[in-house]
């Protein structure tokens, strides 16, 4: 439904009218105590769209409560997200308008998304290079950010921290492995507009591509930070 757009619903006495822009939800209804029925399912709707305007299109699968709602004849209801929406628990402040006098209550929304994700198939330890025979792809209902899943495969990946089995493999558990390690010894160079000096230098921490690591340069045995290049050379930062 578009921004702005206007829809009626019509449930034998009860009529409910819905106005949406600006991630707000207006609900009106008319002849009934409790929204309920139909005109329940019309919020969860409001809701869906809510969703899916602030994380994208699905499928994701939400609950909420208090799954029934005792509202005056002509009660007007103004539902908006406390927050940005995210996966997991949310919280929408509902006003309920009657005449003059106006109440406040909270609708909790638990959203979750099911998606075709990479899972542990045993433990892992932190450091560990993954493997194919320690990866699994499931169906599985989650509560996590595409970003955090977002990956092709992380076979050759490195664990993070330790990860027992059957976890889901977010970027938060695992990295890419380092490209070069510590006591590792690579050619590292200086560049400048007048000249370019390069030598060997003893890596002093593991370093990805785009680190800026300690490195220890083997001719003038002083250590000096470098930025780990992606064809694992280094480059001098100069202080």
Not at 133 to 143: A, G, K, Q, Y
Request: net charge positive; proline share 5%.
């Amino acid at each position: 439904m578009p921004s702005g757009g206007r829809k009626r619903f019509q449930s034998g006495r009860r009529i409910v009218a819905v106005m949406m822009g600006l991630g707000i939800v207006l609900i009106m209804v008319l002849g009934s105590r409790a929204l309920g029925g139909q005109s329940m399912g019309v919020l969860s709707q409001q809701v869906e769209h809510l969703i899916q305007e602030s994380l994208g299109t699905g499928p994701y699968s939400f609950t909420f409560s208090p799954s029934e709602l005792d509202l005056p004849d002509g009660a007007i209801l103004n539902l908006n997200p406390t927050e940005k929406i995210q996966m997991g628990r949310n919280y929408f402040q509902m006003r309920i308008s009657d005449g003059d006098r106006e109440i406040q209550r909270v609708l909790t929304v638990d959203v979750t998304r099911t998606d075709s994700v990479w899972i542990s198939a045993r433990a892992i330890a932190p450091g560990e290079i993954l493997t194919i025979e320690d990866v699994r792809r499931e169906w599985l209902r989650h509560t996590h950010q595409k970003e955090e899943i977002r990956f092709k495969s992380p076979v050759g990946m490195r664990a993070r921290h330790g990860i027992g089995s059957t976890r889901i493999l977010t970027l938060e558990l695992i990295e890419e492995p380092p490209v070069v390690q510590r006591g590792q010894k690579i050619p590292i160079r200086y560049r400048s507009a007048m000249m370019e000096i390069s030598t060997v230098a003893e890596v002093r921490e593991d370093g990805c591509a785009g680190d800026i690591i300690r490195v220890r340069v083997t001719d003038a045995r002083k250590e000096c930070r470098a930025r780990v290049l992606e064809d694992g050379t280094l480059e001098v930062l100069l202080p």
